[in-house]
């Protein structure tokens, strides 16, 4: 999907910051990535997604793991009953707007 074509989840729930941090560890699940890889990949500032970020870190829908004093790096945190439903609900709309 590019990235002017709206996902599912978009149109569902609006294109907000949180949205889209969430879909981009949604799609890299099984990998630490960082901010900046994470802004870069969605179009947002790094303040934009380390305000948004904090929240699902907070919430365990997100692991962080800190490598050294500042680098710190983000992943779904797949073993959360939250966000296995989140992730599955997605997979399902991903599905659902694969066949059109």
Do not use: C, W
Not at 7 to 33: C, D, H, P
Not at 49 to 60: G, H, K, N
């Amino acid at each position: 999907m590019n990235n002017k074509e709206m996902s599912y989840l978009e149109k569902i729930f609006g294109r907000s910051a949180q949205t889209l941090v969430l879909e981009n560890l949604i799609n890299k699940k099984g990998e630490f990535t960082y901010l900046s890889g994470i802004a870069r990949e969605t179009g947002l500032s790094h303040s934009s997604v380390a305000r948004v970020i904090e929240p699902l870190v907070e919430s365990d829908l997100v692991i962080e793991k800190r490598m050294g004093k500042q680098i710190r790096t983000f992943t779904i945190n797949e073993e959360n009953p939250v966000a296995k439903l989140i992730i599955e609900f997605y997979n399902n709309l991903s599905a659902l707007q694969d066949e059109k």
